[in-house]
């Protein structure tokens, strides 16, 4: 993507990401409030707007977690302002008290959320359906298949909203977001952002006792309105064909449904509903496609979300049809969908032949078993790496003294402790979960409880929890290992950053501050590269009869370089003096780094391309045989 192609005003052809084109959408529609807490598959949506943000006239907030960026929307939407803000699944879980009761208020200005679900669970700990989202809380729900629906949803929904006085959800999975295709945009003109005044509005957003009870059957009629509307929504269309089998697909399994029947030799010769508007389904418009067949198939990924609402209109209106789906077994419930497992399902439902996929799997593991086995691990100069270290070498001592540990890590860079060779993880659920359940462990378990957690997950969940434990008196040891920004996500800004969306100055919070505030007895910030030095202050935390905290902070490695190279500040990298080394291999099995390699004569390698030049190697060789290189730029 060029972002000129995201900002520009022209009416044309543009080759962008879904997530590109949601934005896209977003402009042409005239958005004016956006906030976001970072998450894939949706970040690309937060990033492009804020390096659109000095080009347009709208307000943007990087938000401490998806709850506070869905109130923050809510609160433009209430006063008539055109709102967006968009969450991967899980984030919908955080922010799901607000998006239910914004079911029963509803809204004035258009209010848009895009939810992410993760199909396979490429960047997230469960592959949880959010459709079911929109049923349970009366909002509508259109699910886009290409970057060109995404665009052209994003925009109808802001109509959708504004007309029904409700938000919407658009629902994609990764493999919208991360699609790339051809965008068709159009011109628009943008109104200035202007501050209005609440005594203009007169309206109230309250959901208690019979306030609650009389806006259920309001949304109940809302509801029936967008159901009867849906029936002719632009985004369900019908591709008829001389056959009696049928297939009803939506999001992108219509892409796979296509390739699949190209494939088959099936093109035209097979009826297809794809369904863009998925909550409230259009009934009549399914209905009158399944009463003549007498085969379908439903070709969704994940839940049989569309499967078992099919099947209760077919009980009415063809009670013969044969459904070929989940419920089945012709599908699976599980992980995303490809053309090969779509190809082989309508397959067996039409009797036809497919390529022998399964040889082609099989000689694909038997290639795989050859392969060495090659772990997530952390990038060249990352300063969780140096933190391992020295937490592993004060572990080692406590263990002399009798303390054992239990780890409780969270979701972030340092989730990869769970991998080997490092291996320091009992648990890994969510956002903020493991200083939550170190409160829980404390009280049950002999072993010292050991918690995880980065810098953006301390002020996403994990400040109730640290409240919680100085209200209890639980007594454990926190790292928060502080890299300056949202880093797996894309380094994205966050509290403890002194700049805010686009790159502006903000505020910057400091997590030893909270820590301090709320009473924590034991509070240390270290530098996580001074390793040698760590080991000690650490052990004194592990060794603390109560709370004890340690904020290790270093900046994420790949953010300080994309600054350093915006600045022209050097690189400069280490090099191994082979003339000194004397093959310990220290720097190889305790510190793990991607940029060391062995040569051909097993000799310790330093790829001056990947080397950070953080140091940390260098104070761990035993023989001082790692030294500066030149300056790399």
């Known amino acids: 993507m060029v972002l000129k192609d995201v900002l520009t005003k022209e009416a044309r052809p543009a080759f962008m990401l879904g997530n590109e084109a949601i934005v896209r959408g977003a402009l042409e529609a005239d958005?004016?409030?956006?906030?976001?807490?970072?998450?894939?598959?949706?970040?690309?949506?937060?990033?492009?707007?804020?390096?659109?943000?000095?080009?347009?006239?709208?307000?943007?907030?990087?938000?401490?977690?998806?709850?506070?960026?869905?109130?923050?929307?809510?609160?433009?939407?209430?006063?008539?302002?055109?709102?967006?803000?968009?969450?991967?699944?899980?984030?919908?879980?955080?922010?799901?008290?607000?998006?239910?009761?914004?079911?029963?208020?509803?809204?004035?200005?258009?209010?848009?959320?895009?939810?992410?679900?993760?199909?396979?669970?490429?960047?997230?700990?469960?592959?949880?359906?959010?459709?079911?989202?929109?049923?349970?809380?009366?909002?509508?729900?259109?699910?886009?298949?290409?970057?060109?629906?995404?665009?052209?949803?994003?925009?109808?929904?802001?109509?959708?909203?504004?007309?029904?006085?409700?938000?919407?959800?658009?629902?994609?999975?990764?493999?919208?977001?991360?699609?790339?295709?051809?965008?068709?945009?159009?011109?628009?003109?943008?109104?200035?952002?202007?501050?209005?005044?609440?005594?203009?509005?007169?309206?109230?957003?309250?959901?208690?006792?019979?306030?609650?009870?009389?806006?259920?059957?309001?949304?109940?009629?809302?509801?029936?309105?967008?159901?009867?509307?849906?029936?002719?929504?632009?985004?369900?269309?019908?591709?008829?064909?001389?056959?009696?089998?049928?297939?009803?697909?939506?999001?992108?399994?219509?892409?796979?449904?296509?390739?699949?029947?190209?494939?088959?030799?099936?093109?035209?010769?097979?009826?297809?509903?794809?369904?863009?508007?998925?909550?409230?389904?259009?009934?009549?418009?399914?209905?009158?496609?399944?009463?003549?067949?007498?085969?379908?198939?439903?070709?969704?990924?994940?839940?049989?979300?569309?499967?078992?609402?099919?099947?209760?209109?077919?009980?009415?209106?063809?009670?013969?049809?044969?459904?070929?789906?989940?419920?089945?077994?012709?599908?699976?419930?599980?992980?995303?969908?490809?053309?090969?497992?779509?190809?082989?399902g309508i397959a067996l439902v039409t009797d036809h032949k497919v390529p022998n996929y399964r040889a082609l799997i099989a000689e694909a593991k038997k290639l795989k078993a050859d392969l060495p086995d090659r772990y997530p691990t952390f990038c060249a100069g990352c300063p969780h790496r140096a933190t391992f270290v020295a937490l592993n070498k004060a572990l080692k001592i406590q263990v002399s003294k009798g303390q054992n540990h239990y780890f409780a890590n969270d979701i972030g860079c340092y989730s990869m402790w769970i991998y080997p060779p490092i291996s320091r993880s009992d648990s890994s659920l969510c956002m903020g979960g493991g200083v939550g359940l170190a409160n829980g462990l404390s009280h049950v378990l002999n072993e010292r409880v050991v918690a995880i957690i980065g810098d953006s997950t301390f002020f996403h969940a994990g400040i109730p929890a640290l409240v919680n434990a100085v209200h209890n008196g639980n007594k454990f040891?926190?790292?928060?290992?502080?890299?300056?920004?949202?880093?797996?996500?894309?380094?994205?800004?966050?509290?403890?950053?002194?700049?805010i969306a686009g790159g502006r100055k903000g505020k910057k919070v400091l997590i030893e501050d909270i820590c301090k505030a709320i009473g924590i007895p034991f509070v240390e910030v270290v530098d996580s590269y001074d390793v040698k030095n760590n080991v000690e202050v650490f052990?004194?935390?592990?060794?603390?009869?109560?709370?004890?905290?340690?904020?290790?902070?270093?900046?994420?490695?790949?953010?300080?370089?994309?600054?350093?190279?915006?600045h022209r500040i050097p690189i400069v990298p280490f090099y191994v003096d082979k003339s000194m080394c004397k093959r310990p291999y220290v720097c190889l099995r305790s510190f793990y780094c991607p940029a060391y390699e062995l040569d051909k004569d097993r000799q310790p390698h330093i790829s001056l391309e990947l080397c950070d030049g953080c140091s940390v190697c260098s104070k761990l060789c035993p023989l001082n045989s790692i030294k500066r290189a030149g300056v790399k730029t």
């Open 477 to 499: 040891t926190v790292f928060v290992l502080d890299n300056s920004v949202t880093a797996m996500t894309g380094q994205q800004f966050n509290p403890s950053t002194e700049f």
């Open 31 to 344: 958005v004016k409030l956006v906030a976001f807490y970072p998450g894939a598959p949706i970040s690309e949506v937060l990033d492009t707007f804020s390096a659109a943000l000095n080009e347009f006239d709208y307000q943007m907030e990087i938000t401490s977690n998806e709850k506070v960026a869905l109130e923050v929307c809510a609160g433009g939407a209430f006063s008539g302002v055109r709102s967006l803000t968009a969450m991967k699944s899980v984030g919908t879980n955080v922010a799901s008290d607000m998006l239910f009761v914004l079911g029963y208020t509803g809204v004035r200005g258009g209010l848009v959320i895009v939810m992410a679900d993760d199909p396979h669970a490429h960047s997230s700990q469960s592959e949880e359906d959010g459709r079911f989202f929109a049923p349970n809380s009366y909002i509508p729900m259109l699910e886009p298949a290409s970057p060109q629906e995404a665009k052209e949803m994003t925009k109808r929904a802001f109509e959708i909203s504004e007309k029904h006085r409700v938000p919407v959800i658009i629902r994609t999975v990764t493999r919208v977001n991360h699609q790339s295709g051809i965008v068709q945009l159009k011109d628009f003109v943008r109104q200035d952002f202007k501050k209005v005044d609440w005594k203009d509005l007169q309206e109230k957003y309250t959901t208690l006792g019979e306030i609650a009870r009389q806006r259920k059957l309001q949304m109940l009629k809302r509801t029936q309105k967008l159901s009867e509307e849906f029936e002719n929504s632009e985004f369900n269309f019908i591709t008829k064909a001389d056959s009696s089998i049928g297939i009803i697909t939506s999001s992108v399994s219509y892409l796979h449904v296509l390739e699949a029947l190209k494939i088959l030799g099936l093109q035209n010769k097979v009826n297809i509903l794809k369904l863009g508007t998925t909550f409230p389904l259009p009934k009549n418009l399914i209905q009158n496609f399944i009463k003549n067949l007498k085969k379908l198939v439903v070709v969704e990924e994940l839940s049989p979300y569309l499967e078992k609402e099919v099947y209760i209109l077919a009980k009415a209106t063809n009670s013969n049809l044969k459904i070929f789906g989940k419920l089945s077994g012709t599908f699976s419930e599980a992980w995303e969908y490809t053309p090969d497992i779509v190809t082989t």
């Open 539 to 566: 052990r004194r935390a592990l060794a603390f009869d109560g709370l004890s905290v340690i904020v290790s902070r270093r900046e994420c490695a790949l953010y300080g370089d994309r600054v350093k190279r915006k």
